[in-house]
């Protein structure tokens, strides 16, 4: 009796070990957090810049802030880290390289869908470099030389006369002026009253400082 007492006790507490062992496997006191997709917005020019081929013309965006940055000049450009892209037309810039002193730069993925780009690429990324920005005036192309971002000058292609705008399907990634990353795809060089020099791009702004571009 009494062995059948001490074995009855043992299983009975081989059954408590066991479902403890259960329940400490079935939960976890460090859970993986959860990767929140990204907000996408959507972004129109509030002005065009000058067709004439003004190299000092140029609309200044923050990803940070998601808006327009004013009082930057070509001679305060480089001193400042709070924008991470430009627009002059259909040239841009990124803070980076020759047209800012971040740690900008911008690099085409081969991807035409928004949604399938889930990671900023770990390199290839393309600085500014001097280029040469045109326009039109008085009858006549005028040519002044600038800087500007090479890889997204292939994000609009002109063509004329007359003037046609052509834009490129695939996502973008931008690097921002503090290193952080952005996907960009442009949607269109008019307004909505047919306006030639309004750009609306979509992106996704990752603000931790990671690659993951996973959006809604």
Known sequence: MNCIKKISGGAILAV??????IVSCGSSDNPEPKTQALEVK??????PTSASGDSTDWVYFSFATGAEVSGITEANRMTRT???IAFNRFYMRTNSGR???GNGGAVETNKTSFIDVNEAPADGYVTDVEITVSGYSNGAVHSVKSTGNVALSR??????PPPTYTLNDNVFVVRTADGKFAKVIFE????SEKKSGYITFRYAYQPDGSRNLKSK
């Open 16 to 21: 408590f070990a066991l479902s403890a062992t």
């Open 42 to 47: 959507r972004h129109t020019q509030s002005r």
């Open 82 to 84: 709070d924008w991470d």
């Open 99 to 101: 047209s800012g002193s």
């Open 155 to 160: 994000a609009i292609r002109f063509t004329g």
């Open 188 to 191: 269109s060089f008019h307004n």
